[in-house]
């Protein structure tokens, strides 16, 4: 019987973690399947992928975006409607030293120091506590998924493979022990992991979060 969640569990410093959009002809990897093959050419096997958060019509980020330490796209600090917006959102970043972090908007600084981030909202955890908006037994049921930090370090990335409530996710990410936890989109999901057999490699997106290995 198959769990409810596609997941996926990693030590950044051991593993390479990396967040992808565009090459370096700036064309976009669009799908899980589009980077797959981008990453064959160069010699590195995807063994986990999702998409890494929001974005515009124009496919471009909603929100912070650093590839390789690059702001592609700056912070977004403003107010509006939707997911994205539901306060306090946050990011997830990884610093140059390969320890990742997740903290509110508000929180975040860029000391020079992050080699890569995605912006995204709600926070699902915020110092362990659910986010104050959600409520159990909501009827705003989607394939959801989001990502969370260990106390180990570690990385937690889980997509659902039923439609599910922001409260329910969020318990999710809690009682895996995560302490912060963000969540990245919702219907549009598709996660990568063939160890796993979920093996998707369709999807249209901006961002996308990738583990790769080199090829033997």
Same mark, same amino acid.
């Given at each position: ?7 996926? /569990?990693?030590? *950044?410093?051991?593993?390479? $973690?990396?967040?992808?959009? /565009? ?8 799908? $899980? ?13 995807? $063994? ?8 515009? *019509?124009?496919?471009? *980020? ?17 107010? @509006? ?12 970043? =990884? ?26 909202? +709600? ?8 986010? +104050? ?7 705003? =049921? ?5 990502? @969370? ?7 937690? $990335? ?18 895996? @022990? ?18 796993? @057999? ?19």
């Amino acid at each position: 019987m198959k769990t409810s969640y596609v997941s996926y /569990r990693l030590d *950044p410093r051991r593993q390479a $973690l990396r967040m992808y959009w /565009r090459d370096s002809q700036g064309r976009r990897y669009a799908s $899980l399947g589009g980077l797959r093959q981008a990453l064959a050419t160069q010699h590195d096997s995807m $063994l986990f992928a999702m998409n890494g958060g929001m974005f515009d *019509p124009s496919f471009t *980020p909603q929100g912070l975006f650093i590839e390789a330490g690059k702001t592609v796209v700056p912070l977004d600090t403003a107010t @509006g409607a939707g997911n994205f917006y539901l306060k306090p959102n946050g990011v997830f970043y =990884l610093t140059t030293d390969s320890t990742a972090h997740i903290c509110q908007t508000a929180a975040f600084r860029n000391n020079g120091r992050v080699a890569y981030a995605t912006q995204s909202g +709600p926070m699902l955890l915020i110092d362990g506590r659910l986010h +104050p908006a959600f409520r159990p037994g909501s009827a705003n =049921l989607q394939i959801r998924n989001g990502v @969370g930090i260990l106390p180990n370090g570690q990385v937690l $990335l889980a997509m659902s493979r039923r439609k599910i409530n922001f409260y329910d996710f969020a318990e999710y990410f809690r009682k895996a @022990g995560c302490r912060q936890a963000l969540y990245l989109d919702g219907y549009v999901s598709r996660t990568y992991k063939p160890a796993a @057999g979920s093996t998707q490699t369709d999807g249209d997106f901006g961002v996308i979060i990738g583990v790769t290995i080199p090829k033997p």
